[in-house]
């Protein structure tokens, strides 16, 4: 991760994750953007390493490896989703298993918080919206897009989508609390009307 000053350019900081990513399609290095929020940046490697960084400094205020600590294979173009950060919580992808396809963690000390969904993970950043009146995470997974509180993590969504499909794409959440979903290799675009159900599940 480098930080450079944006009237002249000038490098401020630099901070090293010793890991080494390559896929022969891909080529070598991170896949994801770094996310930044309140004087912080927030990295997800495409091994898995999650960092919370100083934005002033560059210096390292947490780390997990994700994919390690949960025994969780990688996908096959390494990890390319961005952390999700919202009020006091960072959201990730999981891997190429099924489940968790969701984790989340405190984002003043990197504490797990919860951990959700059964399907594998996909390369789609996960998203927070507001649909049929609740707030909630999506996220489009290998064969399914899930809802999910953002507290708890409880699927309150799941919809199954294009198994076996890479999913690139963010779902895009657009008007009469709707979400577009595409992906390629053929397989094109789906739109949803999202609907409260009885309880507080979401169809």
């Known amino acids: 991760v480098t930080c450079y000053h944006v009237l002249t350019g000038k490098l401020l900081w630099t901070h090293t994750c010793a890991v080494r990513f390559y896929q022969w399609q891909g080529g070598e290095g991170p896949r994801a953007t770094p996310t930044v929020d309140r004087g912080q940046v927030f990295t997800y490697g495409a091994t898995g390493i999650l960092e919370c960084i100083?934005?002033?400094?560059?210096?390292?205020?947490?780390q997990?490896?994700?994919?390690?600590?949960?025994?969780?294979?990688?996908?096959?173009?390494?990890?390319s989703a961005s952390p999700l950060v919202f009020d006091e919580t960072v959201v990730v992808t999981g891997g190429n298993t099924p489940g968790p396809t969701l984790l989340a963690f405190?984002?003043?000390?990197?504490?797990?918080?919860?951990?959700?969904?059964?399907?594998?993970?996909?390369?789609?950043?996960?998203?927070?919206?507001?649909?049929?009146?609740?707030?909630?995470?999506?996220?489009?997974?290998?064969?399914?897009l899930t809802a999910h509180d953002p507290s708890t993590g409880e699927r309150l969504l799941n919809h199954p989508w294009a198994e076996r499909i890479?999913?690139?794409?963010?779902?895009?959440?657009?008007?009469?609390?709707?979400v577009l979903l595409s992906a390629g290799y053929g397989q094109g675009c789906l739109l949803l009307e999202i609907k409260a159900s009885a309880g507080h599940q979401l169809t």
Do not use: F, I, M
């Open 106 to 144: 405190r984002r003043s000390t990197g504490e797990p918080l919860w951990r959700s969904g059964t399907d594998r993970a996909s390369y789609s950043s996960p998203v927070l919206a507001t649909l049929a009146g609740r707030r909630v995470v999506l996220t489009l997974n290998e064969a399914s």
């Open 54 to 62: 100083d934005a002033a400094t560059g210096q390292r205020v947490w």
């Open 166 to 178: 890479p999913k690139a794409a963010q779902p895009v959440v657009v008007a009469g609390d709707r």
């Open 64 to 79: 997990h490896d994700v994919l390690k600590e949960n025994k969780l294979d990688n996908l096959e173009w390494g990890l």
